[in-house]
């Protein structure tokens, strides 16, 4: 069956996430090189990203703290000047042809609406804290496929990482994209696993031919595979 939804994961897929992590040092009074330093760290081990808050500034709140931000008029996560420029395009170029287009990924119902507003090309915008599961849960992959209404072999799930996108994607039965541009670029594209992915690329300008050629030939040459 031919791939009919996209979901997109957010931060370094659609969007680049260094004026977001950099406010975050700012806002704790951590110097920056710092920060990305130990958030690189983090990455590496293979722990959750938001570690990196515990590890510069033990024993934080991190929700009083989001709330803070809020209440100081700097809580929103994502603005469109973060948007890489593939980002819209490729979104434009993949409604035109009919994909449902849509955002999933780990982040807080705040950040999901205030996404939401940002006036994107998108059908749905859902977050892991409306869903009540988080990457890399099967959970989280199983709600995507209810409330896209189609089949999991229909929806292909395009991200940045493979242990929270591409692998637990796969497992799910959807198409998975791996996007190698971020840390994670570095981190995961030369892994024996990026193979899994269905389809790796480096623009999201790439994608929409990727999906009709994966449709057209692509699912042949997996079903043949031993």
Same mark, same amino acid.
């Given at each position: 069956?031919?791939?009919?939804?996209?979901?997109? @994961?957010?931060?370094?897929?659609?969007?680049? &996430?260094?004026?977001?992590?950099?406010?975050?040092? @700012?806002?704790?009074?951590?110097? $920056? /090189?710092?920060?990305?330093?130990?958030? !690189?760290?983090?990455?590496?081990?293979?722990?959750? +990203?938001?570690?990196?808050?515990?590890?510069?500034? =033990?024993?934080?709140?991190?929700? $009083?703290?989001? *709330?803070? $931000?809020?209440?100081?008029? !700097?809580?929103?996560?994502? @603005?469109?000047?973060? /948007? %890489?420029?593939?980002?819209?395009?490729? #979104?434009?170029?993949?409604?035109?042809?009919? %994909?449902?287009?849509?955002?999933? !990924?780990?982040?807080?119902?705040?950040?999901?609406?205030?996404?939401?507003?940002? !006036?994107?090309?998108? @059908?749905?915008?859902?977050?892991?804290?409306?869903?009540?599961?988080?990457? =890399?849960? =099967?959970?989280?992959?199983? +709600?995507?496929?209810?409330?896209?209404?189609?089949?999991?072999?229909?929806?292909? %799930?395009?991200?940045?990482?493979?242990?929270?996108?591409?692998?637990?994607?796969?497992?799910?039965?959807?198409?998975?994209?791996?996007?190698?541009?971020? =840390?994670?670029? %570095?981190? +995961?594209?030369?892994?024996?696993?990026?193979?899994? *992915? +269905? #389809?790796?690329?480096?623009? /999201?300008? &790439?994608?929409?031919?990727? #999906?009709?050629?994966?449709?057209?030939?692509?699912?042949?040459?997996?079903?043949?595979?031993?």
């Amino acid at each position: 069956m031919p791939v009919r939804v996209v979901f997109f @994961d957010l931060g370094e897929t659609l969007f680049d &996430e260094t004026r977001p992590w950099g406010a975050w040092a @700012d806002w704790l009074g951590v110097p $920056r /090189l710092t920060f990305f330093g130990v958030l !690189g760290g983090v990455i590496e081990r293979g722990e959750h +990203h938001r570690r990196v808050f515990e590890i510069v500034r =033990p024993g934080v709140d991190l929700a $009083r703290e989001r *709330a803070a $931000r809020v209440a100081a008029g !700097g809580g929103a996560w994502f @603005d469109r000047a973060d /948007l %890489y420029p593939d980002a819209v395009p490729c #979104l434009h170029a993949l409604r035109a042809e009919g %994909y449902q287009v849509r955002l999933a !990924g780990n982040h807080t119902t705040e950040e999901e609406f205030s996404v939401g507003g940002l !006036g994107l090309p998108l @059908d749905v915008v859902t977050s892991a804290a409306a869903c009540g599961f988080e990457k =890399p849960a =099967p959970g989280f992959f199983a +709600h995507l496929v209810e409330v896209a209404g189609v089949r999991a072999e229909e929806i292909a %799930y395009v991200g940045d990482r493979l242990d929270n996108d591409v692998l637990p994607a796969r497992a799910a039965g959807m198409v998975a994209v791996f996007l190698r541009r971020g =840390p994670w670029r %570095y981190l +995961h594209a030369d892994r024996p696993e990026a193979a899994r *992915a +269905h #389809l790796r690329l480096d623009s /999201l300008a &790439e994608l929409p031919a990727a #999906l009709r050629d994966f449709d057209r030939i692509g699912r042949r040459i997996e079903q043949e595979r031993p």
